[in-house]
């Protein structure tokens, strides 16, 4: 598989399509992310935002941030591991702390995560206790199950920013006297896009859009360097509406995903076939991403799948969905993970959602 198209996620940019393949909303916050030390950040299109601690260690131990945005959200923190944690076994730094007894016990519905906390004002306590640490251990010695705890402040404050809570009794690091009500209220979530479906398309169609994609892009096709042979690729088409058709060509293969170049055409051979490029809202390297290559693609009922594992543990990736309206496919959901670090495959914080994600 080409690398720079599935292992990385950092591809060409172009700001100006931003617009075009977002569901539209005014009151939407630009989402954000960040990743800081041992923590990354990840805020979505309603400023929830979901902070995670790991490092590339074995046995390890997530701690997981979630907080929703508005006067109300309250902070709500995990302690993920492959076994149960016992408070008495918590270490901060090697010693035991008072406020570990905050660690709830495991549950029989999921015995890998345990609550930290009974509610925002205990989770806050259990932050400030913390967050001039360097790491929280389960057990003592080398072997410990570890959470490094560098970039925890960090993280703090960008949540705390991101959501206007700076200097209310809110805020998770630099609280102060303001009431809650100065908090700012938490963007709409979207409402779903009404999706076009179309019929499928017969095998004799298929074949002849396939045929003239194939011929029509052969030299966008050479410049992407596609090693994926076209008497094996696995390619598709797919009807967009009456009009149109959306083609998958195959072009990078590798041990656990492929890879392929999208276009879209009009199904009765007018005009020649266009390269569908799609923008999702995180940074990198200053300019919005581009999707120009769409990995473990899956078409169906008007909706657009891309999911790309960054290795084959799927511990690191992105995936998104989008809902094609009658003139263009518009974002409904899209979630990143940048680092490789062994948390749960596929669980890839939320950068946008609608209703229906």
Known sequence: MKTSHVHSLRLPFAAALLALSMASTASAAMPVYREMKDWVVA??????????????AYPQLILRLVVDAGPAGEPVLSLESEAPVSARDLRLDGEPFAVAALLQPATTTDEGVQRIGHDGAQVRTFLDAVRHGARLQAGTGEEAPTASLAGLSAALLLIDETQGRLGTTTALLRRGPLPAARVPAAPAVPAPIRAVVAPLLDEAETRRLVTRVRLQAADEVQREDCFVEPDTAHDEAHALDDDEALVALECW????????????????????????????????????????????????????????????????????????????????????????????????????????D
């Open 43 to 56: 805020c979505d299109n309603t400023a929830r935002c979901e902070a995670i601690g790991m490092q590339e």
């Open 253 to 356: 293969r590798g041990a656990y995903q492929s890879s392929s170049l999208l276009f879209r055409l009009r199904r009765d051979g007018a005009g020649v076939p266009a390269r569908v490029r799609l923008t999702v809202p995180v940074q990198d390297e200053g300019a919005p991403r581009v999707i120009d290559a769409f990995t473990s693609i899956g078409f169906g009922q008007g909706r657009l799948f891309h999911f790309a594992k960054g290795r084959g543990l799927a511990d690191c990736g992105e995936s998104a969905a989008w809902t094609f309206d009658g003139r263009d496919f518009r974002l409904q959901g899209y979630h990143r993970l940048g680092w490789c670090r062994g948390g749960n495959p596929g669980d890839w914080p939320a950068l946008w959602r609608t209703r229906s």
